[in-house]
């Protein structure tokens, strides 16, 4: 066969197949292969029915003898084993020089290490993030791609070409760093997906559960609430979730099971957000939130035992769910600031030099976070590339010092009313404990020396300096190593 696809896709489920069709919708030639050749067929005579420029081959060593070079070959794979497995039936098949895309969600150290052994065979090595499901895919994705920098030129037409445009009219797509760094930021995209959703579903259920709203009229707030500095993709999509009824005329969501699922990416970011030792409590909390959902047997024997406090709410509706706004709008912006220390984080330990505002306007658009607000977040980084943290960026103080009376009194609410709001309250927590001058770690650090020895620092002593005392009068002079796990 004479080669001449610009690039070749593995792996036609949902995201391959969109993909494959935006790249051909942009002008290119791609070849396209499945593990079940069967799929690889329907796909052909189905949605790609007609397009001459979309080349299928049934026998791995076909299709990567279809591409131009250097080959572009693209894994839309399930992540984990059968990504390595490709990659391993691939290397025979490909020449130095060659790349390889994995643009499933996958773990970004196992891009760091595919990236590294590919280097060594003379193979280029993309991990991307693609995000945007279905939708995004077909008409454009948030791509977030990283690794081998040297692919970067022989990819970024197509990428930038088929990716979402901000409502600037940017590619939602640029070179995100080396190793894992583009996972990686799809990692915390994902986590953050996790905390807005999270926030979604707790103003959903303080309002409807404490305060009486209903379903119907909820749709009519988020409504109007999307079209205010809330504007996002969530928002939009909850507003019509709302909207939606059931055979028998009631709201749909009345009837899905309070059983919330996930597929690891909120957990990975967890994980890594305790090893690298940042407190990114509110996608945590929305991890733990769902798997709180999941004892719904437990939940219902429990209910019997604890009623929820039987006070009514009582106050101005209306003014109520303005303060609910306010709040989410608060609790959003811990959320992203968080995300942002944990990407710095993940940055200075790898070594990785990445640009924040770029990485914000590549969820600006075409994924699930895109938001109004992403704006405002590229533009706090461009005002000040060296922003420590987004809540001292002027724009974000302000709004958050704005915020803060009403959020606390929905905090207060939903105690007083019995109603959960893990999300809001920790990242009121937070924010109240990134704002303080003093924290009683001391007391921590007293009990720690008390015990084991552990020493601490003085306030009238340069840090680093570690002291010791024998609270009792029984302990030794001895004290445990000062270093932090
Ligand atoms: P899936 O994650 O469902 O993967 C389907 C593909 O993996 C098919 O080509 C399937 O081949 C292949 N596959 C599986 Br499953 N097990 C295999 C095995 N043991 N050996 C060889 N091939 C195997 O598809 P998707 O939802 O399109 O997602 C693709 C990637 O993109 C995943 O990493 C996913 O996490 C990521 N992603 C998904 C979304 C989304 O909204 N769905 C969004 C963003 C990223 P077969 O047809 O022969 O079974």
């Not at 037409?157 to 760093?177: L, Q």
């Not at 899905?256 to 690891?264: F, N, R, T, Y």
């Given at each position: 066969?004479?080669?001449?696809?610009?690039?070749?896709?593995?792996?036609?489920?949902?995201?391959?197949?969109?993909?494959?069709?935006?790249?051909?919708?942009?002008?290119y030639?791609?070849?396209?292969?499945?593990r079940?050749?069967?799929?690889?067929?329907?796909?052909?005579?189905g949605?790609?029915?007609?397009?001459?420029?979309?080349i299928?081959?049934?026998d791995?060593?076909?299709?990567?003898?279809?591409?131009?070079?250097?080959?572009?070959?693209?894994?839309m794979v399930?992540?984990?084993h059968?990504?390595d497995?490709?990659i391993?039936m691939?290397?025979?098949?490909l020449?130095?020089?060659?790349?390889?895309?994995?643009?499933?969600?996958?773990?970004?150290?196992d891009?760091?290490?595919?990236t590294h052994?590919?280097?060594q065979?003379?193979?280029?090595?993309?991990?991307?993030?693609?995000?945007?499901?279905e939708?995004?895919?077909?008409?454009?994705?948030?791509?977030?791609?990283?690794?081998?920098?040297?692919?970067?030129?022989?990819?970024r037409?197509?990428f930038?070409?088929i990716?979402?445009k901000?409502?600037?009219?940017?590619?939602?797509c640029d070179w995100?760093?080396?190793?894992?760094?583009?996972?990686?930021?799809k990692?915390?995209?994902?986590?953050?997906?996790?905390?807005d959703?999270q926030?979604i579903?707790e103003t959903y259920?303080?309002?409807?559960a404490?305060?009486?709203?209903?379903?119907?009229?909820?749709g009519?707030?988020?409504?109007?609430?999307?079209?205010?500095?809330?504007?996002?993709?969530?928002i939009?999509?909850t507003?019509?979730?709302?909207?939606v009824k059931?055979?028998?005329g009631?709201?749909?969501?009345?009837?899905?099971?309070?059983?919330?699922?996930?597929k690891?990416?909120?957990?990975?970011?967890?994980i890594?957000?305790?090893?690298?030792?940042?407190?990114v409590?509110l996608i945590?909390?929305?991890?733990?939130s769902?798997?709180l959902s999941?004892y719904?047997?437990?939940?219902?024997?429990?209910?019997r035992?604890?009623?929820?406090?039987?006070?009514?709410?009582?106050?101005?509706r209306?003014a109520?769910?303005?303060?609910v706004?306010?709040?989410?709008?608060a609790?959003?912006?811990?959320s992203?600031?968080?995300?942002?220390?944990?990407?710095?984080?993940?940055?200075h330990?790898?070594?990785?030099?990445?640009?924040?505002?770029?990485?914000?306007?590549?969820?600006?658009?075409g994924?699930?976070?895109r938001?109004?607000?992403?704006?405002?977040?590229?533009?706090?980084?461009?005002?000040?590339?060296?922003?420590?943290?987004?809540l001292?960026?002027?724009f974000f103080a302000?709004a958050?010092?704005?915020?803060?009376?009403?959020?606390?009194?929905v905090?207060?609410?939903?105690?007083?009313?019995?109603?959960?709001?893990?999300?809001?309250?920790?990242?009121?927590a937070?924010?109240?404990g990134?704002?303080?001058?003093?924290?009683p770690?001391?007391?921590v650090?007293?009990?720690?020396?008390y015990?084991?020895?552990?020493?601490y620092?003085?306030?009238?002593?340069?840090?680093?300096?570690?002291?010791?005392?024998?609270?009792t009068g029984?302990?030794?002079?001895?004290?445990?190593?000062?270093?932090?796990?």
């Amino acid at each position: 066969m004479k080669a001449k696809s610009d690039i070749g896709l593995l792996g036609l489920a949902v995201m391959g197949q969109n993909l494959v069709l935006n790249m051909n919708d942009h002008g290119y030639t791609v070849s396209v292969f499945n593990r079940t050749p069967a799929k690889t067929r329907a796909f052909k005579s189905g949605p790609a029915a007609g397009r001459d420029s979309v080349i299928a081959a049934y026998d791995l060593e076909e299709f990567v003898q279809s591409l131009k070079q250097p080959r572009r070959v693209m894994l839309m794979v399930k992540a984990g084993h059968v990504v390595d497995n490709f990659i391993s039936m691939l290397v025979p098949l490909l020449d130095p020089g060659d790349i390889i895309i994995d643009g499933g969600n996958s773990h970004f150290p196992d891009t760091t290490r595919r990236t590294h052994d590919l280097a060594q065979k003379g193979l280029l090595y993309i991990g991307t993030g693609v995000s945007g499901g279905e939708e995004g895919a077909r008409h454009g994705p948030s791509i977030m791609p990283g690794g081998n920098k040297k692919a970067w030129p022989a990819v970024r037409d197509i990428f930038r070409s088929i990716a979402a445009k901000t409502p600037n009219g940017e590619p939602c797509c640029d070179w995100i760093g080396p190793d894992g760094a583009g996972h990686y930021v799809k990692m915390i995209h994902n986590g953050i997906e996790y905390g807005d959703m999270q926030l979604i579903a707790e103003t959903y259920h303080l309002l409807h559960a404490g305060c009486g709203v209903s379903t119907e009229e909820l749709g009519a707030v988020f409504e109007r609430w999307n079209s205010g500095e809330l504007e996002s993709f969530l928002i939009e999509i909850t507003a019509e979730i709302l909207t939606v009824k059931d055979t028998d005329g009631t709201p749909l969501v009345e009837h899905i099971l309070d059983a919330a699922g996930q597929k690891g990416t909120g957990k990975w970011t967890g994980i890594d957000a305790l090893e690298l030792g940042v407190p990114v409590t509110l996608i945590v909390e929305a991890v733990f939130s769902r798997a709180l959902s999941s004892y719904k047997s437990e939940r219902q024997e429990a209910s019997r035992h604890f009623s929820a406090p039987n006070i009514p709410f009582s106050g101005s509706r209306n003014a109520f769910v303005e303060k609910v706004r306010t709040a989410l709008y608060a609790a959003k912006i811990v959320s992203y600031a968080q995300g942002f220390m944990q990407i710095s984080a993940a940055a200075h330990q790898n070594d990785w030099k990445l640009d924040y505002g770029s990485i914000a306007r590549m969820w600006r658009a075409g994924c699930i976070i895109r938001s109004r607000f992403l704006g405002e977040i590229t533009r706090a980084f461009e005002d000040n590339p060296k922003l420590k943290n987004l809540l001292l960026a002027p724009f974000f103080a302000d709004a958050v010092r704005k915020a803060a009376p009403a959020w606390r009194e929905v905090v207060i609410e939903a105690v007083r009313l019995g109603i959960p709001v893990p999300a809001l309250s920790s990242a009121l927590a937070f924010f109240d404990g990134y704002r303080s001058e003093t924290l009683p770690a001391n007391i921590v650090q007293a009990q720690r020396d008390y015990f084991g020895a552990h020493t601490y620092e003085r306030t009238d002593h340069p840090r680093g300096e570690f002291f010791h005392t024998d609270w009792t009068g029984t302990g030794g002079d001895v004290s445990a190593g000062s270093y932090n796990a």
